[in-house]
């Protein structure tokens, strides 16, 4: 049932997304039936009524200069009472957290719903009297449970303020103490706006944008847009969004709208950097594991003190796996940009109990803490200090989630181990922590971007871990074109966040996006910008589409002055869509701007030899050994060329060169083929014995290289008749050794 309810929203969405108004009513009034509400089904009734005069009155030809506001208004009235629908269906069958809470709470009276939000704020208050006597009283019960409820009101119930809305403002504002669980509500309110859109409900998260605390409005606006992606093809329908939306300008900067954008859409790689750290990362460091602590000394680590001195053997650690270094190195350095890199090591750690309160999952980590402290009562190590701790709560290394992952696993782990890790986590932590001290010094703006950082990938956890996420319809699962999207046009006016997200899609290789995006901006502009045209065409070239590559390095040699760059690029699409001529022509305008250009002078001769010029293409080839004699693949194109050109002493002597370094299994045929045209037939059999026992080879390749090169022995006097002999003969010879 379920998967039929959901097939059919998508269905009538997608058509009141292209105006196909008549189509989605009518499988409105299927899709009704099955609810057996009167009310509903009389709703769609009048709003059927109310389209049909307002086709008659436009065909009959009424002028009305309101009738455009008059059909944006009922769009929106008929994608509300869609919503509808599908809630009363989903209500009755749907399974799994969200509307199993629906159902319980329904059930209630108004007192007992009332009295969720007022009991929540009587035991607020309490132990906010208490904690002011006492910083080191534990977290009450009565509030825990309390906190507990809310959430869950507020998370599933679309009418959850219906009736008590000053008592819900209390709730999300009130005293900057209560600024965690403020954080918390702001989750359950995204994700009631997730599962079922409602005007009032967004109107509050708008509102939540303003808010003074920064941990309570990033996590608004952070959530807001997720809302707004998902949701943006109605909402140019519904009163007052344009103006909410431009409104965030003057509360979020355009650099500050970007980064979030950016951290959103950046989630698309913790798959593959889990994968990573899973596939390639952990099991190299599992087997360079006891040659490390050789080489460290590990097992004496604890038995003696420090010295200063720096151990030589340090550098060399990663010697067996230079690699693995570079790997590292890279993740090093995607952290530092804000990738999720822990993903994988956290994934198993959110089996605690307190991850069993689904609010849990949203909150954030702040010190003091009293669930800290009941989770390390027991502890005496470095783990309970309290300044490593305020450190760990003020670092964006892990989010908010994984801090606790990481508290709630320290009573588990064996004293020796804690020892150490508490040591390394708190020198790590609290050298992260300087380092971003100093970087918010530079930019004042960075500490707010940890938080709404920390705080998607909080968001990811739940969404990608949670037990019940089945009851949650994953944002992350998105494709994030936010280019498409109208909501974007109205952040950030003049600053192009499509382009910049381009710029960013772009850096990570992400070519097909990329190309998407400044197609966009190329069909906008009269005059094209010509780093645009030429990062488009490049993004054509990586995706193998070569002919829209060429045309857009074309246009951007007609908007913009010659470059060098660009000319090649040119030439190589020629070279990869079959056409030497062309290619050797760019390249010619290529070196005459830059004469002794390495590549340039490669690729004209990689064109000449395409072409069979290649005595043309052996100058070339001998230009570049010249100026660049560390080059040693320019070996083999002259040995190749020396050979049609039937130069065979010198093809020898160049085709003995790279056998002496790296040897392929072409260097070893090209051998065989060079002194069979010298006529030495029983060096030729061992050079093509040597070709075919290549560990990147066998006799089948051999024979099909073998049988396009004939041509060339025949040209240079092999008799057509020796060749099935000597193929016969390597196979004689094959088996016997």
């Not at 059930?107 to 969720?116: Q, Y």
């Not at 109107?203 to 943006?232: M, W």
């Not at 005496?380 to 989010?399: K, T, W, Y």
């Not at 998607?456 to 949670?466: A, G």
């Amino acid at each position: 049932m379920n998967g039929s309810v959901q097939k059919k929203q998508k269905q009538i969405y997608t058509l009141l997304d292209k105006k196909r108004v008549k189509e989605s009513l009518d499988q409105l009034s299927e899709l009704v039936k099955e609810t057996h509400s009167s009310d509903l089904i009389d709703g769609l009734y009048q709003l059927e009524m109310t389209y049909k005069s307002l086709l008659r009155y436009t065909v009959e030809g009424f002028t009305d200069p309101e009738r455009q506001q008059v059909y944006n208004h009922l769009l929106a009235d008929i994608y509300t009472l869609a919503d509808k629908i599908v809630d009363a269906l989903y209500l009755r069958t749907g399974g799994g957290w969200l509307f199993d809470a629906r159902r319980y709470l329904n059930s209630l009276s108004t007192e007992e719903l009332d009295s969720v939000v007022q009991t929540y704020l009587q035991e607020g208050d309490k132990y906010m009297v208490a904690y002011t006597v006492d910083p080191d009283i534990p977290f009450p019960y009565q509030l825990e449970k309390s906190l507990d409820r809310l959430f869950e009101m507020i998370a599933a119930l679309p009418d959850f303020a219906k009736g008590r809305e000053d008592n819900i403002r209390s709730v999300f504002w009130g005293d900057d103490f209560y600024w965690p669980w403020q954080s918390v509500m702001v989750s359950a309110l995204t994700l009631n706006l997730l599962a079922t859109f409602n005007r009032d409900n967004l109107s509050l998260l708008f509102d939540l944008c303003e808010h003074t605390n920064p941990q309570v409005r990033l996590r608004a606006f952070t959530g807001l847009i997720f809302v707004l992606y998902k949701y943006d093809s109605r909402l140019p329908y519904e009163q007052g969004v344009k103006e909410r939306i431009s409104k965030l300008n003057d509360i979020f900067s355009p650099e500050m709208i970007q980064t979030i954008l950016i951290q959103i859409v950046r989630t698309r790689e913790t798959e593959k950097l889990t994968k990573k750290m899973n596939e390639e990362i952990l099991p190299e460091v599992a087997r360079i594991q006891p040659n490390l602590r050789r080489k460290l000394d590990l097992d004496n680590l604890l038995g003696d003190v420090f010295s200063e001195d720096k151990n030589p053997d340090w550098e060399d650690i990663f010697s067996d796996s230079p690699e693995l270094m570079d790997k590292l190195e890279e993740l090093s350095r995607m952290q530092m940009e804000g990738a999720d890199l822990f993903m994988s090591t956290f994934r198993m750690l959110k089996n605690f109990p307190f991850f069993n309160d689904i609010y849990h999952w949203f909150l954030p980590f702040y010190y003091p803490n009293p669930i800290v402290r009941e989770a390390l009562k027991d502890e005496a190590g470095p783990f309970n200090d309290s300044e490593m701790l305020r450190s760990m709560a003020d670092s964006g290394v892990l989010c908010n989630s994984d801090k606790y992952s990481l508290i709630m696993s320290i009573s588990q782990m064996p004293a020796m181990q804690k020892e150490m890790m508490g040591r390394m986590f708190g020198s790590e932590i609290e050298a992260m922590r300087e380092l971003q001290k100093s970087d918010e010094l530079v930019d004042p703006q960075k500490k707010i971007l940890y938080i709404s950082n920390q705080y998607v990938q909080d968001l990811y956890r739940f969404f990608k871990l949670h037990p019940q996420r089945q009851s949650f319809d994953d944002p992350f699962s998105w494709p994030f074109d936010f280019h498409n999207k109208w909501f974007l046009s109205l952040l950030a006016p003049g600053h192009n966040l499509s382009l910049k997200l381009a710029e960013y899609l772009f850096s990570k290789n992400d070519f097909e996006e990329a190309a998407a995006v400044y197609l966009k901006e190329v069909e906008k502009e009269q005059i094209p910008d010509v780093q645009v045209l030429q990062k488009l065409a490049f993004s054509f070239q990586q995706l193998g589409d070569y002919e829209k590559a060429l045309n857009y390095y074309q246009q951007a040699e007609l908007y913009g002055d010659v470059q060098v760059w660009n000319l090649k690029k040119i030439a190589l699409c020629y070279r990869y869509l079959k056409n030497p001529n062309k290619a050797l022509e760019y390249y010619k305008l290529a070196e005459q701007q830059k004469p002794d250009d390495l590549h340039t002078q490669v690729s004209i001769g990689h064109c000449l030899l395409e072409l069979k010029r290649y005595d043309e293409a052996l100058k070339y080839y001998f230009k570049v050994e010249y100026l660049a004699p560390d080059n040693h693949r320019v070996w083999r194109p002259i040995a190749w060329c020396c050979l049609m050109e039937g130069k065979l002493e010198q093809a020898q002597k160049y085709g003995l060169k790279p056998i002496e370094e790296n040897p392929t299994p072409h260097d070893f045929m090209n051998m065989g083929h060079i002194v069979w045209c010298m006529g030495q037939r029983k060096e030729a059999l061992e050079w093509y014995l040597k070709s075919i026992r290549h560990k990147d080879f066998s006799l089948k390749e051999f024979v099909d290289a073998f049988e396009e090169d004939k041509e060339i022995l025949f040209k240079h006097g092999v008799e057509p008749t020796d060749v099935p002999i000597m193929l016969d003969q390597l196979r004689y010879y094959l088996e016997e050794n």
